[in-house]
Nanobody, 124 residues
Framework: QVQLVESGGGLVQAGGSLRLSCAAS????????MGWFRQGPGKEREFVAG????????YYADSVKGRFTISRDNAKNTMFLQMNALKPEDTAIYYC?????????????????WGQGTQVTVSS
């Protein structure tokens, strides 16, 4: 069982930056693929970014590629999402998620554990 808690959301102007964190409880954090998802107003939840258990593999949605960076610190059971050059369309509730890493590693679907979400609002 893994419990996830996001933090770091807030209000920022367009062009600004935010860094989200996801703290995980439980054992063997490094055995989990971790992901960030978001759900904007009136929209379905969508994949944002994913990272493999050892941090060596990452994958991004086209909409955030080049602006967002996903990373993790397995010693601290924490994952991060550095968001730069934020746009109003990035406004959403951001969720972190976890799943056991299988071979081959996949990033977009199959997550078993979810956090409660943190609100990110980007003003124009």
């Amino acid at each position: 069982q893994v419990q996830l808690v996001e933090s770091g959301g807030g209000l920022v102007q367009a062009g600004g930056s935010l860094r989200l964190s996801c703290a995980a409880s439980g054992r063997r954090f490094s055995s989990y693929v971790m992901g960030w998802f978001r759900q904007g107003p009136g929209k379905e939840r969508e994949f944002v970014a994913g990272i493999s258990g050892n941090g060596g593999g990452t994958y991004y949605a086209d909409s955030v590629k080049g602006r967002f960076t996903i990373s993790r610190d397995n010693a601290k059971n924490t994952m991060f999402l550095q968001m730069n050059a934020l746009k109003p369309e990035d406004t959403a509730i951001y969720y972190c998620a976890a799943k056991q890493q299988l071979v081959p590693v996949t990033f977009i679907t199959g997550y078993d554990y979810w956090g409660q979400g943190t609100q990110v609002t980007v003003s124009s």
